[in-house]
């Protein structure tokens, strides 16, 4: 005989609900009751709570609750407007924005000179930067002394005096003096600069100002490049170089006025590198 299930219980198949007799009652699901609205104004934790004999503390937009004395309820407050808060005696301080303002002003008063400097130097730099790898690409190019002449010695003289203006300009003017941190790597550009000029074309060699082959012709037009660009004595004032690197120029100078003095011919090897024939 077939055996049919007991219709008068009721089965848990689950995700019961919260009467079901089958779950406990901490599992069964319960619906959150809303909670009494309450007609008290709320507390004010920035100027205090609520108490039996008044009000502790009160914010109103427009200006602040003062409270004289118990004061049953809001209606016995006096409201003191936001104006009136300067006849206290209390004087404001300058907003934020406005000292901001001011320093910033003040700032970049001081440091447009420097801004302007910064750029030139930096224009500056790419130009002996350009024109010390033109140098270095052009070797056979620029052998020949006239060739020479005019694409090194000329370019490198026109770079160290935009240089010599740069430092003239700032010197003599309202825009501010250069720092020592401006000045250092320019300098040390263009005195590496006319090093390579030195050791290029007709010149170049193991050392740079090495006339003892190169002819006087050569060495003529050498010694007048180094007069023009760095006059005696003005390498560290006009130019910002080192003692060191002074010196260096002024020994470029006295070998290159041996070399005139002795007036001797190029070398052989010299010649051919003149004429374009040199070792490829």
Not at 143 to 172: D, G
Not at 175 to 187: I, R
Not at 234 to 261: D, G, H, N
Request: proline residues 5%; aromatic residues 4%; positive net charge.
């Amino acid at each position: 005989m077939a055996s049919f299930p007991n219709t008068s219980r009721r089965m848990f198949r689950g995700r019961a609900g919260p009467t079901d007799s089958n779950l406990n009652k901490h599992q069964q699901r319960t619906r959150k009751q809303p909670k009494e609205s309450t007609s008290r104004p709320e507390k004010n934790n920035k100027y205090g709570d609520f108490d039996e004999g008044g009000v502790a503390g009160y914010e109103q937009q427009g200006g602040i609750v003062v409270i004289r004395g118990d004061v049953p309820n809001l209606d016995d407050a006096i409201i003191v407007p936001e104006e009136s808060q300067e006849s206290n005696g209390v004087e404001q301080e300058p907003s934020t924005a406005t000292s901001r303002d001011s320093i910033n002003t003040a700032e970049s008063a001081t440091t447009t000179g420097n801004r302007a400097a910064a750029k030139e130097i930096k224009h500056l730099l790419k130009r002996l930067r350009n024109v010390s790898e033109s140098i270095s690409l052009s070797a056979d190019a620029i052998s020949n002394p006239m060739t020479w002449k005019s694409n090194v010695l000329n370019a490198v003289q026109n770079a160290v005096n935009e240089w010599r203006a740069i430092l003239n300009h700032y010197s003599s003017s309202d825009d501010g003096s250069l720092e020592d941190a401006q000045v250092k790597e320019p300098a040390l550009a263009a005195y590496m600069l006319i090093q390579q000029a030195m050791q290029s074309g007709p010149l170049t060699g193991s050392n740079p100002g090495y006339f003892k082959r190169c002819g006087a012709a050569v060495a003529r037009q050498a010694l007048l490049f180094l007069e023009a660009t760095v006059p005696t004595g003005t390498a560290q004032v006009e130019l910002r170089f080192s003692e060191k690197q002074a010196l260096s120029i002024e020994k470029f100078k006295a070998s290159a006025r041996k070399a005139v003095e002795s007036d001797k011919p190029p070398s052989k090897s010299q010649l051919k590198k003149h004429a374009g024939k040199g070792k490829k």
